[in-house]
Nanobody, 117 residues
């Protein structure tokens, strides 16, 4: 069975940094594009960042560009999200997801990130 497990969330002060990890199992990780999404209370899920299957292409939401970096290690079946210069508006549950062709087929359970002011 496919599993995506996020970790690394927590409470951090504004201006601080966190590194999120997502460990995948039960799928051929190296053929999937991977994405990070987030959802704040009372709001819809929003796109944060994506990375191609080989890691050669990345894309970011304008709200995080220049502050967040997505990366992956296919040998470890893991995708990362390095977050710096965090703002209170970054507070959300962060999810990783796997996309094979055109849809995000699998989702993790999420990890909470809380940024205090």
């Amino acid at each position: 069975q496919v599993q995506l497990v996020e970790s690394g969330g927590g409470l951090v002060q504004a201006g601080g940094s966190l590194r999120l990890s997502c460990a995948a199992s039960g799928l051929t990780f190296s053929i999937y594009s991977m994405g990070w999404f987030r959802q704040a209370p009372g709001r819809e899920r929003e796109f944060v960042a994506t990375i191609s299957s080989g890691g050669g292409y990345t894309n970011y939401a304008d709200s995080v560009k220049g502050r967040f970096t997505i990366s992956r290690d296919n040998a470890k079946n893991t995708v990362y999200l390095q977050m710096s210069s965090l703002k209170p508006e970054d507070t959300a549950v962060y999810y990783c997801s796997a996309k094979y062709v055109s849809a995000y087929d699998y989702w993790g359970q999420g990890t909470q990130v809380t940024v205090s002011s």
